[in-house]
Every structure is written in structure tokens, then in C-alpha cells.
């Protein structure tokens, strides 16, 4: 019997919490993601021209800062079809295994070529990592807390980050890499207590599982209470396995001539039809175009050299400690980032972040110009100055700040339509990793040719460049259903964003269009 008594038995923090155990093994998964992407940043200062030990050359260190980035779209690949083929929670499991022995492999890392190889193991177990990771929380939370978990993620991140820099301060790299292992480990046996997400068991056929998957998440419900939710799936999975080309025909029939078609043939007609259509071309270009200003704002190139950057710009303090307080404040913001969205949105979040990361490289390129000689070079120890000041602290740790709060892989897990989401998550974070690879290969000739000072200046232009481009395009997707996300995307708006400036000038320019159009007059005898 379902009641409004019944239904309400079921609390609201009981169905978060369901959530957010469901989440458990994913958080794991990011904090060992979090591990990898920063770990080089440790390694990098003990190895440069190290008198002892492994030891690499200036042009082997910007090589070795960037290899990572190089390998992710690699992995990235892959991490489609292992998503649509093995389902989310076996993929949550298998992108594991290549951190395990990427971890294994710069503990016992001998010479040069196999510390290289262990970091690119790493940037491929990356990749593969991404496309799960940010499928699986978008698909298992109901619209009201996605916001929430989806921007929790980047909190897993940043302490996976801060982990890695508190063990470059308290062990030899080394050493960290074999407790980094654990992570990976830890993350394989959690994820045999998570449920598969329902809307890929109904993908699959398997209904009475994808009914039980959502009870689960929604608090161990009984069938009944989740009864609405479940047949809004079906409906949509129905929409789902129409064929594409017949559907554009206006036919309605599931089997049809192209369900006979080769293998290949349907890779080609899926392509075509799924991945190069409006609902995901157009939130796909719009993640990419927010990656690349993301990335080249100035946070992200200097990554891996960040520890030299600190030295080279004279902070005050020791910079290994400063980049663990750096790590320490990724997981603040990104819980401020967390508990701020749901009230502002992502879009005012976004744009805010950006705008702000910009205004900070701009303001460290000028302190730079105006307090550090030309000779200074963060890839040359040995042209640092011995003079610190107070000043450049407060102004990265603001930059870090304002980049943390950017939320770009919370708008990549719900802007694709499902019958896309594969693909198209995979080759966005590919695509992002060649960006994050460019960036941080050429911020050593960046450097060379501009300085610090010009450096920060160039990353600030595109900082503002992008604050712009996502205050026109950046549409707000918080507390929107994936499928009424899909429909937005359909529609035939060039500009998607919804504030009240851009509307003024719409309906300025549709009146201004109507003013335009001849007058009928009618002539009465």
C-alpha cells in the first residue's frame, strides 16, 4: 500500500546518506587520482640535477612534469568502452590496476626510463580513471544533491593532492609511492559493496536489478516509493533505444535494417548520428572550451614545477610546506565549493572562479615585473635570490584559491545525453589532458621566452578571455534533471546562458528585429 505516510517514513538524510555510501568507493578512487596528478610535483625538486640518486636534466624535468598529462588521453580512450561494456561499478574496479603497478614501479624505479615509465602508468591509470568516476555520481543521485556530490568529487581530489604533498615533506619519494599503493588496493574492495547505476541495468535489460539499484539509492526504499522516479528511467531508456535514424524519419520501431548491419558500420552510424548531434556537440564543445581556459589560467601549467615556482617568486616560507598548505586549502575550497552551489549555482560558481583566477595572475605577473630580476628562471636553482617577502605568498594562495573553486569535471558527469555519455565523456577528458599536457610542457618555454612577469600575464589573458566566453555560453544546470539537461541542449539557442543582461539584449535585439520588418497597413473604404 503506498501512502503519503509511507513515503514519507523514509527521511531525507536517509536517502543523502544512501548516496553517499554509494559514493564511498568513488571518493577512494579520486583521493588515489588526487595521488597521481600531483605525486611528480614531490618528485620533481629531489630529482633535478640531484647530486645523488636518480637525477634528471632541466629538459628532462619539464618532459617528466608533463609526461603524465601526455599518457591520460590514452587511458582516457579506453575508459569508454570499458564504461559501456563492463557497466560502471566493474569499471570503478578495473581502472585500478594500472595504479598498482605504477606505484610499484616508482618504488623500485632504477634509472631514468623506468621513473618515466611508472609516471606515464600513472597519467594512463588517470584517464581511464576519469570517465567512471564522474558517470557513476552523476547517474546514481537524484537532481536535488547532485550539485552537491558531483562538486564533492573535486574534494576527494584535492585531499588525494594534499596527501601527496604532506608525504613529499615527511618521506622519501620512494617511501610515499608505496604508501600511495594502499589507495588503489582499498578502492578495489570497496567497490564490491556499491550498487551498478540503474539507468546501465536497464540499458542491459535487467529491470528487476535496476529497480533494486535505485530502492538502494534512495535511502533502501521499497518499490512503491520509488515507483514515479523508475518509470520516468524506463521512459527514458525507452527513447533511449530507438534507433536514431529512424527516429529522425519519425518512425517509432526499436528493431529495424539497421539493427543488421556489420559491427563497423555501426560504429559509424553511432558516431554520426549520436556523438555529432546538437545534444552533444554543443555541451561538448562548451566542457572544452572550459577546460582549455581553466588550464591556461595559470594554476595548472606551473603544477608540476610548483615548488621552484614558490622559490623563484622569493615566499617567505619553506616551499614544501607552502605546497602542502596549498594541498590543505584544495579541500577547503572544494567543500566551500560543495556547500555554496546549491544556493549560488554552477554558473554565478564558474564564472566567479574564473574571473578570479585571472585577476590573481595578473596581479602575480606584476609583482613579479616589478620585484624580480630578468635572470630569474624557475628551472635554474641557482638564479634564485635569497630576499623573501609576504607579499607572493598572499597572492598564490589566492590563485589556488580561486582555481580550486572552478568545478569543470562537475559539468562534465550530467551535460551528455546517455546514449553519448560514454564516448563523449572520454574524449572530453582526453581532450583536456592534451590541454593540461600542452600547458605544462610549454610553461618552460613560456618562461624561458617571457619571464615570470609575462608568464602570469599571458595566463591572466586567457583567465579573462574565458571569464567572458562562460558568462555568454555557461548555462545553469543546478537542480536540473539529466533529461531535462539532454532537452535544454536540443533546443536551437546559439547562446545558452540565462542572466538578465543577456536577456535585455535579446529582447532589445528582438525588438530591434520586429522594428525592421515591413508594416501591413490595411486601408478601410
Not at 387 to 401: Q, R
Request: proline letters at 4%; hydrophobic letters at 50%.
Amino acid at each position: 500500500m503506498t501512502t503519503i505516510e509511507e513515503k514519507k517514513s523514509i527521511s531525507r538524510s536517509r536517502v543523502i546518506l544512501s548516496q553517499v555510501l554509494a559514493c564511498l568507493a568513488l571518493d577512494f578512487l579520486l583521493i588515489g587520482l588526487g595521488l597521481s596528478i600531483s605525486f611528480v610535483t614531490m618528485v620533481l625538486p629531489e630529482v633535478l640535477d640531484a647530486k645523488e640518486g636518480l637525477s634528471i636534466t632541466k629538459k628532462q624535468a619539464s618532459w617528466f612534469g608533463s609526461m603524465a598529462f601526455l599518457c591520460q588521453p590514452l587511458g582516457s580512450i579506453f575508459s569508454g568502452p570499458l564504461l559501456d561494456h563492463f557497466g560502471r561499478k566493474k569499471a570503478l574496479f578495473l581502472v585500478n590496476i594500472p595504479h598498482v603497478v605504477a606505484w610499484l614501479l616508482m618504488y623500485y624505479a632504477w634509472d631514468v626510463p623506468s621513473l618515466f615509465i611508472g609516471n606515464a602508468l600513472l597519467g594512463i591509470g588517470t584517464g581511464i580513471m576519469e570517465a567512471p568516476s564522474v558517470t557513476y555520481v552523476g547517474e546514481i543521485s537524484d537532481p536535488s544533491v547532485r550539485g552537491i556530490l558531483t562538486t564533492l568529487t573535486n574534494g576527494f581530489t584535492s585531499t588525494g593532492m594534499f596527501v601527496a604533498y604532506l608525504l613529499g615533506t615527511v618521506l622519501p619519494w620512494r617511501q610515499a609511492a608505496l604508501v600511495a599503493l594502499t589507495v588503489p588496493l582499498t578502492t578495489m574492495v570497496l567497490v564490491l559493496f556499491v550498487p551498478e547505476t540503474p539507468i546501465w541495468l536497464l540499458s542491459k535489460g535487467r529491470q528487476k536489478e535496476a529497480l533494486n539499484s535505485l530502492c538502494r539509492l534512495r535511502g533502501w526504499a521499497k518499490p512503491e516509493h520509488v515507483k514515479e522516479e523508475f518509470d520516468e528511467l524506463i521512459q527514458y531508456h525507452d527513447d533511449l533505444r530507438r534507433c536514431v535514424l529512424c527516429a529522425k524519419e519519425g518512425k517509432i520501431l526499436e528493431l529495424c535494417e539497421h539493427y543488421d548491419t556489420s559491427s563497423f558500420k555501426k560504429i559509424i552510424l553511432k558516431i554520426k548520428y549520436v556523438f555529432f548531434v546538437k545534444e552533444t556537440m554543443k555541451p561538448f564543445m562548451l566542457v572544452l572550451a572550459y577546460f582549455f581556459f581553466y588550464t591556461m589560467s595559470g594554476a595548472v601549467p606551473v603544477r608540476p614545477n610548483m615548488v621552484n615556482v614558490c622559490r623563484a617568486l622569493r615566499m617567505k616560507y619553506d616551499p614544501k610546506n607552502i605546497v602542502v598548505i596549498i594541498g590543505a586549502l584544495f579541500i577547503v575550497t572544494s567543500l566551500l565549493s560543495a556547500a555554496i552551489v546549491r544556493f549560488i549555482g554552477k554558473r554565478k560558481l564558474v564564472v566567479g572562479s574564473m574571473l578570479g583566477t585571472a585577476c590573481c595572475s595578473m596581479a602575480i605577473g606584476i609583482y613579479a615585473r616589478m620585484n624580480l630580476p630578468s635572470s630569474v628562471f624557475s628551472y635554474e636553482i641557482d638564479t634564485f635570490t635569497d630576499k623573501k617577502e609576504l607579499l607572493p605568498v598572499v597572492l598564490f594562495l589566492s590563485l589556488i584559491f580561486f582555481n580550486a573553486l572552478g568545478i569543470p569535471w562537475v559539468l562534465l558527469s550530467e551535460v551528455f545525453p546517455f546514449r553519448s555519455r560514454g564516448i563523449a565523456t572520454a574524449l572530453a577528458a582526453a581532450s583536456n589532458y592534451i590541454i593540461y599536457f600542452g600547458a605544462a610542457k610549454t610553461n618552460y618555454n613560456i618562461e624561458y621566452a617571457f619571464h615570470l612577469s609575462g608568464t602570469f600575464g599571458i595566463y591572466a589573458i586567457f583567465g579573462f578571455i574565458g571569464t567572458i566566453y562562460l558568462y555568454l555560453f555557461l548555462p545553469e544546470t543546478e537542480k536540473k534533471t539529466l533529461a531535462e539537461i539532454e532537452a535544454y541542449y536540443k533546443s536551437d539557442r546559439k547562446i545558452f546562458a540565462d542572466d538578465f543582461l543577456i536577456n535585455a539584449f535579446r529582447k532589445k535585439k528582438v525588438v530591434s528585429s520586429d522594428a525592421d520588418k515591413p508594416m501591413l497597413v490595411k486601408t478601410i473604404n
